[in-house]
Nanobody, 123 residues
Framework: QVQLVESGGGSAQAGGSLRLSCAVSGRAFSSYGMGWFRQASGKDREFVAAINWSGGSTHYADSVKGRFTISRDNAKNMVFLQMNSLKPEDTAVYSC????????????????WGQGTQVTVSS
């Protein structure tokens, strides 16, 4: 059974930082691309960042480029999202997901999802 479990969400002031983690079990982690998505209250889910199987290539939404960094540790079956210079508009539930493709911004390309972790940024 494939499981993805996020952690690290919480509250931050605008301009602050948070680091999200996602632990993956039940599949050959290093064979799959990973992505982070977010969904704000009342809005559609949106792509945030993606990383390929090796960690050598990354892809970001324009809204987070230069502020967020996605990374992975294949030895620990984990993917991370370092979020700096946070803005109130970054407030959302953040979810990690697994995919057979790289850099895919469409959620339909991802087959397993975590339950999500809340990030709240206050001004």
């Amino acid at each position: 059974q494939v499981q993805l479990v996020e952690s690290g969400g919480g509250s931050a002031q605008a301009g602050g930082s948070l680091r999200l983690s996602c632990a993956v079990s039940g599949r050959a982690f290093s064979s799959y691309g990973m992505g982070w998505f977010r969904q704000a209250s009342g809005k559609d889910r949106e792509f945030v960042a993606a990383i390929n199987w090796s960690g050598g290539s990354t892809h970001y939404a324009d809204s987070v480029k230069g502020r967020f960094t996605i990374s992975r540790d294949n030895a620990k079956n984990m993917v991370f999202l370092q979020m700096n210079s946070l803005k109130p508009e970054d407030t959302a539930v953040y979810s990690c997901a697994s995919t057979v493709c790289y850099g895919c911004p469409q959620s339909r390309e991802y087959d397993y999802w975590g339950q999500g972790t809340q990030v709240t940024v206050s001004s």
